[in-house]
């Protein structure tokens, strides 16, 4: 049993197997990572390492964060970075409705490796925004559906890393991914935990390339793009269409709240 400190009104500090914090949001009843994966671990290969690696030979990126929550998916981009010695001009734009959290977060116990970007957390803690050289994060806060409908900025990288469909629906349904391919550039790659069908029968239904991201020390996860990709094993999304014809995506008219 994993033990819980209070951390906000909502949110409740946790420590995953990988011995990294994360954290639990009594609002939605679901871990901000997998406990079981770990959250730096989870952060690292199913999203940073693909990512970056997809982009290798660029020299400038937009990162698209969905959403920042505790902002590892941020914090773990520079450091790899930083420790591969990779540099690029790196925009990261992360939307996060809870202004709480991200107020409270040069509080929060973040893994020692870390350490070197508290500066950053800090500056996003006091005004949500860190511009330093070439590395430039701003965190919306609002709702990460507003901003999408709203900006006209591309997109290299797009981390879709919501709380999962069945307590966070808003941010998986085939208006929303509709809106995010939008923004996505043609070469542009998106990385996700979930390996749910009807999560991938919507990014495949967007013209998207659904692979697996798999891995011997995390479970099983997904990257997408509008361009064939070679690192990884293709899902045949119409064999498993045929296989099960009556799942249907999640739509906007499914949910009750939109938020
Ligand atoms: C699974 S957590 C994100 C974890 C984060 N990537 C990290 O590495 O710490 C999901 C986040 O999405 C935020 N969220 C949920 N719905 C949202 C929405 N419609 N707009 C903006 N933020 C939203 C939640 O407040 C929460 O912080």
């Given at each position: 049993m994993h033990q819980k400190r209070q951390h906000t009104e909502n949110v409740q500090v946790v420590r995953s197997n990988d011995g990294s914090c994360t954290a639990y949001s009594q609002?939605?009843?679901?871990?901000?990572?997998s406990t079981k994966d770990g959250a730096l671990n989870e952060s690292l290969n199913k999203h940073v390492i693909p990512a970056l690696l997809h982009v290798k030979e660029k020299t400038e990126i937009t990162i698209l964060d969905i959403?920042?929550?505790?902002?590892f998916n941020t914090l773990a981009t520079l450091y790899y970075l930083q420790i591969n010695k990779i540099k690029k001009a790196v925009t990261i734009i992360s939307p996060e409705r809870d202004a709480e959290l991200v107020t409270s977060l040069h509080n929060f116990d973040y893994p020692d490796i870390f350490k070197p970007f508290l500066p950053v957390i800090a500056a996003i803690s006091s005004k949500q925004e860190y511009h330093e050289d070439n590395i430039h994060v701003n965190v919306i806060i609002g709702d990460a559906r507003t901003y999408l409908k709203t900006t006209t900025t591309m997109f290299d990288?797009?981390?879709?890393?919501?709380?999962s469909p069945a307590v966070n629906p808003a941010l998986w349904t085939r208006e929303y991914f509709s809106d995010l391919t939008r923004l996505m550039k043609d070469d542009a790659i998106l990385t996700t935990y979930s390996t749910a069908f009807k999560t991938r029968l919507a990014l495949h239904e967007q013209q998207l390339l659904v692979y697996l991201n798999r891995g011997k020390c995390f479970r099983n996860a997904t990257v997408a793009s509008k361009q064939e990709l070679h690192k990884y094993e293709r899902v045949d999304m119409h064999h498993k269409i045929s296989c099960n014809p009556n799942i249907e995506v999640l739509r906007d008219i499914h949910i009750k709240n939109l938020l």
């Open positions: 609002e939605y009843e679901e871990h901000y990572h959403c920042f929550g505790l902002g990288i797009v981390y879709q890393d919501a709380f």
